[in-house]
């Protein structure tokens, strides 16, 4: 940039200046003249080289700029004062923990009204491969973090079925949950840890499915993904819900929750296809 607006100045004026053939020179007039010539070819130069420093600059900046990001250049940000902050193996386990346990491979159960399901399938998912090795490194249930959501249903599989599971309270109900071990009741997902419960606090709960859900009924229930649950229902009944069963509720009346590590966080999860049933 400042080779070509050096060479503009030159072109525009810097050259030596020549008479027309058959003229005299009016000194009077030249001497301005050539001033002026020198002057713009002196801002010509001054305007080349601030460019061709400003634009070396930029470009020194971003390399500079791009190894602190990529190649986290620490000495470079020791001389500028910037921070690279390089994540610890804890973060890093953190964050591997909220991503499988966000993450579901054998699809959602109520699909087509739970007829689908195969064991193998989530006995091998990311979520049952996770709970297997933290038993295996002594992590216990009890030492988990209870979340819960009042007015939501999660979806999932029984492991413990909730009628005549009665509890009083929702945190009798999430800590049966904690004492749950795979193998201790027999079915379909007896191997399969509790993660996720739902408690009915009201003499009747709706549940648009053909059994009758009463007061401290407490499902224990293993999903996949239980950081991003699927959701029945949360908050306001849609009214399409409630056109199809006269008998819905304006909000629900269920209270669920989940069991995650420490620092792991309850997400929003999606809708499962249950909530349209």
């Given at each position: 940039?400042?080779s070509?607006?050096a060479?503009?100045?030159?072109?525009?004026?810097c050259?030596?200046?020549?008479?027309a053939?058959?003229?005299?020179?009016?000194?009077?007039?030249?001497?301005?003249?050539?001033?002026?010539?020198?002057?713009?070819?002196?801002?010509?130069?001054?305007?080349?080289?601030?460019?061709?420093?400003?634009?070396?600059?930029?470009?020194?900046?971003?390399?500079?700029?791009?190894?602190?990001?990529?190649h986290?250049?620490?000495?470079?940000?020791?001389?500028?004062?910037?921070?690279?902050?390089?994540?610890?193996?804890?973060e890093?386990?953190l964050?591997e923990?909220?991503?499988?346990?966000?993450?579901?491979?054998?699809?959602?159960?109520?699909?087509?009204?739970?007829?689908?399901?195969?064991p193998?399938?989530l006995?091998g998912?990311?979520?049952?491969?996770?709970?297997?090795g933290y038993?295996?490194a002594?992590?216990?249930?009890?030492?988990l973090?209870?979340?819960?959501?009042?007015?939501?249903?999660y979806d999932?599989?029984?492991?413990v079925?909730?009628?005549?599971?009665?509890?009083?309270?929702?945190?009798?109900?999430?800590?049966?949950?904690?004492?749950?071990?795979?193998?201790?009741?027999?079915?379909?997902?007896q191997?399969?840890?509790?993660?996720?419960?739902?408690?009915?606090?009201?003499?009747?709960?709706?549940?648009?499915?053909?059994?009758k859900?009463?007061?401290?009924?407490?499902?224990?229930?293993?999903?996949?993904?239980?950081?991003?649950?699927?959701v029945n229902?949360?908050?306001?009944?849609?009214?399409?819900?409630?056109?199809?069963?006269?008998t819905?509720?304006?909000?629900?009346?269920?209270i669920?929750?989940?069991?995650?590590?420490?620092?792991?966080?309850?997400?929003n999860g999606?809708w499962?296809?249950?909530?349209?049933?």
């Amino acid at each position: 940039i400042g080779s070509a607006a050096a060479s503009v100045g030159i072109v525009a004026g810097c050259a030596p200046h020549h008479m027309a053939p058959g003229k005299q020179s009016d000194d009077s007039q030249a001497t301005p003249l050539m001033l002026k010539l020198a002057v713009v070819c002196l801002l010509a130069l001054a305007l080349g080289w601030s460019s061709y420093n400003y634009t070396y600059i930029l470009q020194v900046a971003h390399v500079h700029s791009s190894l602190a990001v990529h190649h986290k250049a620490t000495a470079f940000c020791a001389f500028t004062g910037c921070h690279v902050h390089e994540k610890t193996d804890a973060e890093l386990k953190l964050e591997e923990e909220q991503r499988v346990l966000s993450s579901r491979v054998c699809g959602s159960p109520a699909i087509d009204g739970y007829s689908h399901v195969k064991p193998e399938c989530l006995l091998g998912s990311p979520t049952n491969l996770w709970w297997k090795g933290y038993y295996q490194a002594g992590g216990k249930q009890s030492n988990l973090i209870v979340h819960i959501e009042p007015a939501s249903d999660y979806d999932g599989l029984a492991v413990v079925w909730g009628i005549k599971n009665t509890k009083q309270t929702v945190e009798e109900c999430a800590e049966h949950c904690k004492r749950h071990m795979p193998g201790q009741v027999q079915g379909p997902y007896q191997d399969l840890p509790c993660n996720a419960f739902a408690f009915c606090p009201e003499e009747v709960c709706f549940e648009p499915d053909a059994h009758k859900h009463g007061k401290g009924d407490c499902w224990l229930k293993f999903t996949e993904g239980p950081a991003s649950p699927e959701v029945n229902m949360r908050g306001d009944i849609p009214a399409s819900t409630r056109a199809k069963h006269p008998t819905a509720p304006l909000r629900a009346q269920w209270i669920s929750g989940v069991l995650l590590p420490d620092g792991v966080k309850l997400t929003n999860g999606t809708w499962s296809p249950r909530a349209s049933w």
